[in-house]
């Protein structure tokens, strides 16, 4: 599936150039941009050409807005038309999706998004996914001095003030905003990420790989670049389409990895599949060990938001890894065990071959889900 990313203020930046530098060359990556206020912070991004990046709001004087969500509303609505002509020499009319990567706590990022999400619904025929990030609950609390404390991962930088009272307040405002012009939303919930005693700054480059990660195994999955890499169940983009819906509902990513040893010889195909008369060399109870567990740990280790019981009315699977360990039964397997613990009607699922590849790898998408706790806290911040 080839996506536009599009990274809007400091986080989304941030966010898009880790993807940029992850995924350099990979096919689903049909696009990339930067979008900030800010031009020490687009300064600042390695990976994302520079031509890619963009500064928008020459009254914010070139720096952040400091999480005044009114003034970036007013700076999206006047340039979200600029912003969409600035996309323009990376060809977005190729891409099967648009996916805007923004902290939902922020000002420039959260300010821009819902029109430039409008903008490109009106003039391209694809859906607009957001990543959005959700602020943690120390960001709004007031008075804490200490810069360790700031918030690396949302918008702006270390050397801004640390504490951002409205964060939660402009977090909700997002959300909404959000859910009325994109197809899906997907959280992602930087508090239940941090470890005991790790502050924001510290996490900031773990926490962007993770976000990364997981988008490219869930985009990536389709793009197939050569023939030993098809996949036998493709998952395109109407498979993703349907599995998140295009209500604006909250959508959810669990991945998991696990290592194995790659296969010297043997069918591209895998054990099982149509008969090779070329048996890999993978012994089929591991295989069969190996993509239960995976798919396991993705549906409930920790997903990019909390699901509620881990319920959902739809469920994507995605497992891939060297074709030898994709053993056919062993997937099978897994989307009805899937089907069971989610309690959905049907699972969607695609396969993702990759030849040498040393890990089978597992992405469970849920969307249709009960409103997790963490969200439901961020919209009671204007109730």
Request: glycine residues 12%; aromatic residues 4%; proline residues 6%.
């Amino acid at each position: 599936m080839r996506v536009h990313v599009i990274g809007l203020g400091g986080a989304g930046g941030r966010i898009a150039d880790r993807l940029a530098a992850d995924s350099d060359g990979d096919r689903f990556l049909q696009g990339v941009n930067a979008f900030d206020t800010d031009a020490g912070a687009l300064g600042a991004l390695r990976s994302i050409d520079e031509s890619q990046r963009y500064r928008f709001g020459d009254a914010a004087g070139g720096g952040s807005l400091d999480g005044d969500l009114h003034a970036a509303r007013r700076l999206g609505d006047a340039h979200a038309s600029e912003l969409g002509r600035a996309m323009d020499d990376q060809q977005p009319s190729l891409a099967e999706a648009f996916v805007l990567v923004v902290g939902l706590g922020g000002g420039a990022g959260a300010g821009v998004a819902p029109a430039l999400a409008e903008e490109l619904s009106r003039l391209y025929d694809v859906p607009v996914y957001a990543v959005g990030l959700l602020p943690t609950p120390a960001e709004s609390e007031p008075g804490d001095p200490d810069p360790a404390h700031a918030n690396a991962v949302g918008d702006g930088s270390e050397t801004h003030p640390p504490n951002r009272p409205l964060a939660e307040k402009n977090a909700a405002r997002t959300l909404d905003a959000l859910s009325d012009r994109c197809a899906a939303i997907v959280p992602f919930d930087n508090d239940e990420w941090l470890r005991p005693g790790e502050s924001l700054a510290d996490a900031r480059d773990r926490l962007n790989g993770v976000v990364s990660e997981r988008l490219a195994a869930l985009f990536g999955a389709g793009e197939a670049g050569d023939a030993a890499s098809t996949p036998q169940q493709v998952l395109d983009a109407s498979d993703v389409a349907r599995a998140v819906g295009d209500d604006g509902e909250i959508a959810v990513i669990g991945h998991a990895t696990q290592a194995v040893e790659p296969s010297e010889s043997g069918s591209r195909f895998g054990l099982g599949l149509f008969g090779s008369s070329e048996p890999a060399e993978v012994d089929t109870s591991a295989a069969v060990s190996a993509i239960e567990t995976t798919i396991r740990k993705a549906a409930r280790g920790k997903s990019t938001v909390e699901v509620p019981d881990g319920r959902a009315d739809r469920t994507l699977l995605v497992v891939g890894g060297p074709p030898a360990w994709l053993n056919r039964e062993a997937i099978a397997d897994g989307r009805r065990w899937l089907a069971d613990e989610t309690g959905s009607g049907a699972i969607l699922s695609g396969d993702a071959p990759v030849p040498g590849g040393d890990e089978v790898f597992a992405v469970v998408v849920r969307s249709g889900i009960d409103e997790p706790e963490r969200i439901r806290e961020i919209r009671e911040s204007i109730a």
